[in-house]
């Protein structure tokens, strides 16, 4: 009889390892599984935060092509900001044609960060000391080009630059007098909200004259990174970026049901499962053991793979897992009723178990493929919330499919073959 509830333990060891990883993370080597609280990004309904709103003031006349190509430069540069000041779980999406809606979960005090998001690109030709020659005022155009710079067949993307007059004299001062700096020191470096994106060496043969030109190159730092160079060409082309974001709008946003939703949602839902389990017992007894093995398993598994994944969480992302334990649960107990009548019929314990299953797969195979199809639409065509349920209704009906047949079956033929029904 020992033997026979190995596999039990087995899978309680596994539930064991789920639970601390779900709520401490795992260190395998040279991997990480993130816990639940740093891998899963909680949406505000859940946590609460602050919502940006930023508003673009595009000029009369612009043209579509120009209007898409601005909005594309400013949505870019939102996002590269968000992560600059350390805003990484922030969701930023445009609305209509003029606007950007940013929400930052976990964000009361954000300061004059709305200020800082919105204000133009800072955009500065410097030395290695840190010294301005060239703004953006100084630039009339710039667009991305694709090519070889040096006449190999080296193809890359870099920022063909116009100058202004103005520009083009302090860029031939700029060129002259950073040519006659030591050797590693000669390089003008381009650097857009403070990040650099090109780094050209200036040959000291030009330390008498300068780089004569009203159109230099700038070959970027990652040369093959087509959408850093259309957002580099974008950002300090005045041709493209005269629209100016303002904050229109700053709220804070209370999680849907108080301060504590989350703690809330964990603490009703471990409730919930212990009565299921409680009630599995009460009905089916010893053959109720090995389906809660399984809940219990199922449970913390899902949160790790969530976690693992980074999905989105929100209300509805957790709807999407308790639906999917709900239809767990309602494996369970079409398993269980049925082997406990086949059992009572006087049916050999293994038969019991293997006709059980014969009986349920059709329904819960059907209900499994219908929870899917609707999980693959949700991803296929929802977007923000609704993605996020569809993400976490798919992968939970796949495991809890998998958890009926790949581990709660093998579990019961082996209690039925030792006599523990």
């Known amino acids: ?52 709103v930023f508003e673009a003031q595009i000029p009369e006349g612009t043209s579509e092509a120009d209007v898409k190509a601005g909005m594309q430069t400013l949505k870019t540069m939102l996002e590269r900001r968000l992560v600059k000041y350390g805003y990484t779980r922030a969701t930023l999406k445009q609305v ?27 955009v500065n030709f410097i030395d290695y000391q840190g010294l301005v020659y ?38 031939i001062a700029a060129t002259k007098k ?46 093959t990174n087509k959408a850093l160079a259309e957002y580099i060409a974008g950002v300090i082309s005045s041709g493209r970026t005269t629209f100016a974001l303002t904050s ?40 109720a053991l090995f389906a809660d093995a399984v809940i219990v398993f199922f449970v913390p598994l899902q949160i790790v793979i969530a976690a693992a994944s980074g999905v989105r969480m929100s209300l509805p992302g957790m709807t999407g897992i308790f639906v999917s334990a709900f239809l767990l649960v309602f494996m369970d107990f079409e398993i269980l009723e049925r082997l406990t009548r086949a059992l009572s019929a006087g ?22 493929i219908i929870l899917l199809i609707v999980a693959i639409a949700l991803l296929w065509k929802g977007s923000g919330q609704v993605r996020g349920f569809g993400q976490t209704m798919l992968t939970g009906t796949i495991l809890a499919m998998l958890c009926e047949t790949a581990v709660l079956r093998p579990l019961l033929t082996g209690a039925a073959k030792n006599d523990l029904l």
Request: glycine letters at 8%; proline letters at 5%.
């Open 96 to 122: 209509g044609d003029d606007s950007f809606l940013v929400d930052l979960p976990r964000a009361d005090d954000i300061g004059d960060l709305a200020q800082k998001l919105a204000s133009p690109a800072e």
């Open 248 to 287: 229109a709008e700053q709220t804070a946003v209370s999680p849907a049901f108080g301060s504590d939703t989350l703690a809330d949602i964990v603490r009703g839902g471990v409730i919930g499962f212990v009565i299921v389990m409680l009630l599995l017992w009460g009905f089916y007894r010893r053959a």
């Open 134 to 171: 060239l703004t953006r005022a100084d630039i009339s155009a710039a667009k991305e080009d694709y090519g070889s710079l040096d006449n190999t067949e080296t193809m890359r993307y870099y920022i063909s630059v116009d100058l202004t007059k103005e520009g083009y004299q302090k860029f």
């Open 178 to 223: 950073i040519a006659s700096y030591p050797q590693g020191s000669n390089y003008l470096e381009v650097t857009v909200d403070g990040e650099s994106i090109s780094k050209p060496y200036i040959s000291s043969d030009y330390s008498e004259t300068g780089i004569n030109t009203y159109s230099p190159k700038l070959v970027l730092s990652d040369s």
């Open 347 to 368: 049916t050999p314990p293994e038969a019991a178990v293997k006709s059980s299953y014969k009986l349920v797969n059709p329904v819960t195979t059907d209900v499994g």
């Open 1 to 52: 009889m020992k033997k026979a509830l190995i596999p039990t333990l087995i899978v309680l060891i596994l539930a064991g390892v789920a639970i601390f990883t779900a709520f401490r993370g795992l260190h395998l080597g040279s991997k990480t599984l993130p816990s639940a609280k740093s891998g899963i990004e909680f949406d505000l309904d859940i946590v609460g935060g602050t919502q940006l």
